[in-house]
């Protein structure tokens, strides 16, 4: 399976824009990059996935490299609310999501 | 209805002790999952059901014993477990076992003396 390396912490200040980035440069065509976080004393919150084309929704874009072996992940403006682990997973066909250590993002007031 | 519930919310229970961990999702979703996390690690893939039927089992000691009675129950049937199983335990569901979105539980704080 394809791995994905992020970075252990990131600081952000509140309402300022928030790029999280994930390393997947084993990652194989049909892999899809899929982004979950998980608050404080709760189950993991789906966020956003893509394949290749950049994706967004109302919580966040997803920008991906066109090699496909990166992709960030954006929050446009990060609140307190939004201080949370961030997971980059590849889930294989199979459905078997192997989470790495995620990001851990701070948001200062 | 996009809610995934799990019951109950906290568990304590001794090492001869039989319990099990319910989860329950209204979404049609076709495919459940198990998940074990440690504190301050990160979830861990235990089981997986598709159209109710044990699709991965990743290696998990039988002392945890998955159920899939209906398309929208999933159980977790604990038996003589060791303080090291200590954890929040996760379930999540989605609409296939692939790469659609999971969506999941609050978790159950498991706690073995």
């Known amino acids: 399976d394809a791995k994905t390396t992020q970075p252990n912490s990131m600081e952000s200040n509140e309402e300022e824009p928030v790029h999280l980035p994930c390393n997947h440069s084993t990652i194989s065509g049909t892999d899809y990059i899929h982004w979950y976080r998980q608050l404080p004393s709760q189950g993991p919150e789906y966020v956003i996935h893509?394949?290749?084309s950049n994706v967004n929704n109302r919580m966040a874009s997803l920008a991906i490299a066109e090699d496909r072996k990166s992709s960030t992940l954006i929050l446009h403006r990060a609140t307190l609310r939004d201080a949370a682990v961030y997971y980059c997973i590849l889930p294989t066909n199979a459905g078997k999501s192997t989470f790495g250590d995620g990001t851990t993002l701070t948001v200062k007031p | 209805d996009t809610e995934v519930t799990q019951t109950p919310k906290h568990l304590v229970m001794g090492m001869t002790n039989k319990k099990s961990l319910k989860c329950e999702q209204h979404?049609?979703?076709?495919?459940m999952y198990w998940y074990k996390q440690k504190a301050k690690k990160p979830p861990e893939l235990m089981f997986v059901?598709?159209?109710?039927?044990?699709?991965i089992n990743e290696s998990v000691p039988s002392r945890f014993s998955p159920e899939c009675p209906n398309s929208s129950l999933l159980n977790l049937h604990l038996h003589a477990l060791q303080p090291e199983d200590s954890a929040l335990y996760l379930c999540?569901?989605?609409?296939?076992?692939?790469?659609?979105?999971?969506?999941f539980g609050p978790g159950t704080r498991l706690t073995v003396t």
């Open positions: 979404m049609g979703h076709r495919a």
């Open positions: 893509g394949l290749t």
């Open positions: 059901y598709s159209y109710e039927k044990l699709s």
């Open positions: 999540a569901s989605s609409r296939g076992q692939a790469i659609y979105e999971q969506y």
